[in-house]
């Protein structure tokens, strides 16, 4: 890329970013009410985006190869667990990534 088109990415890029972090506090002013459908939204849309992750982290696991699907199976019940013991989504996915991890490794 050449300077220009190199500065013009950047710029692209904050606007980009600028635009993304200000629209919301323009469109929903702090003194108006939410609308209903941005309030179901925010409350629906968290279960659909996991529900599409395990989707896609489960799509090429085959359970007649070898590992037989299990360290995905053991990373997953690891983080139900630890999400129902903690609460807390950060710690279970990182949980649940790192023991899968492990697992393709050194065991599978």
Excluded: D
Aim: aromatic content about 12%; proline content about 5%; charged content about 10%.
């Amino acid at each position: 890329m050449t300077l220009t088109e190199q500065l013009i990415t950047i710029g692209m890029i904050v606007l980009g970013t600028v635009i993304t972090r200000f629209l919301p506090f323009v469109a929903f002013p702090g003194g108006k009410e939410t609308p209903k459908f941005i309030t179901y939204l925010g409350k629906a849309l968290p279960s659909a985006v996991f529900g599409l992750l395990i989707i896609y982290c489960l799509k090429n696991v085959n359970v007649f190869e070898f590992s037989h699907g299990l360290p995905e199976l053991i990373s997953i019940l690891l983080v139900v667990i630890i999400h129902l013991w903690q609460r807390k989504m950060l710690l279970s996915i990182a949980s649940g990534t790192i023991c899968y991890m492990l697992l393709v490794q050194t065991v599978f």
